[in-house]
């Protein structure tokens, strides 16, 4: 018996084999297609599209002034940038060391309450630390090299407590803020992101007024409420002794008597902003 010889025809999206016998594709007829493979996005697409943006007010100097509600976070330091190490960024985003934020989440301890988390960002060496620390829990923070890593540490916990069978995959970029429009906006106008080597540039536009004023009246955008600060506050003050580590890694060589700068200074503004809303 003569074996009968088979032939294949491919292209670039799929290949076809056929021959007597041959079903090696599982079909009736021997014919097999391989499915178009998922390319990844270029490079161009994030440095080419536009995002839209809230207003966030500055100071004469130009810097962003602080604390500002940016969604459901509030935004308390922007850090600064470590250019010169590429595991600083990615593509996307960049990672200031001294960025901390503050956001409402589910208790780890107690099911039935929300509780202030305070995030933030510090100098591992190499790399960054991830570090997110719960109002309730104080002096228990969690570290993990990536923000992904931080957050699903709490949504298991938090899963866990309220005997919920839900997944614990979490967004780091998200729960941080690193994804939010305003936020990336703000940190790429800090000194030293157009000098990260793998960070693509983005660009943004701000919203319009009638957006803006909508962000506004949700409680999203502008001045954190009275309430948000004065438990952020407390947070901060109950954290003193795990935040000022976060400025002594950013001020490198400065004087001991100024590594509690930067709590201290969130500390001051969240009192500062109280008493002018209180007016």
């Known amino acids: ?16 084999s056929f021959g007597a016998g041959d079903n090696s594709g599982g079909s009736e007829t021997g014919f097999s297609q391989q499915q178009p493979v998922k390319r990844r996005k270029r490079h161009h697409d994030i440095g080419s599209k536009v995002r839209s943006v809230q207003p966030v007010p500055r100071d004469k100097d130009g810097n962003y002034e602080m604390p500002v509600q940016v969604g459901i976070l509030t935004v308390l330091n922007l850090g600064k940038i470590v250019w010169d190490q590429d595991s600083y960024h990615n593509e996307r985003y960049i990672w200031p060391v001294g960025y901390t934020v ?18 933030w960002i510090t100098d591992g060496g190499d790399a960054p630390l991830f570090h997110v620390e719960a109002e309730d829990m104080v002096g228990s ?8 890593g931080a957050w699903t540490t709490v949504l298991r916990a938090v899963n866990q407590i309220r005997q919920r069978e839900h997944s614990n995959s979490a967004s780091g970029p998200d729960y941080f803020g690193f994804s939010h429009p305003t936020i990336a906006k703000m940190i790429q106008d800090l000194p030293g992101a157009d000098r990260c080597r793998s960070y693509i540039m983005q660009h943004f536009v701000e919203m319009k007024d009638r957006h803006v004023r909508g962000v506004i009246k949700k409680g999203r955008g502008g001045r954190p409420s009275t309430d948000m600060l004065s438990r952020g506050q407390r947070a901060l003050m109950a954290s003193s002794s795990t935040l000022p580590h976060v400025e002594a890694k950013l001020v490198g060589e400065k004087t001991a008597s100024s590594q509690t700068e930067f709590a201290g200074t969130a500390k001051r503004i969240s009192v500062a902003t109280l008493t002018n809303n209180d007016e």
């Not at 956001?103 to 202030?116: H, L």
């Not at 923070?141 to 992904?148: D, F, K, S, V």
């Open 102 to 119: 503050q956001r409402e989440y589910y208790s780890m301890k107690d099911p039935d309450q929300q509780v202030i988390y305070t995030c």
């Open 1 to 16: 018996m003569h074996q009968m010889r088979c032939s294949t025809i491919s292209s670039s999206n799929f290949n076809i």
């Open 141 to 148: 923070p969690i570290a993990a090299p990536t923000a992904t």
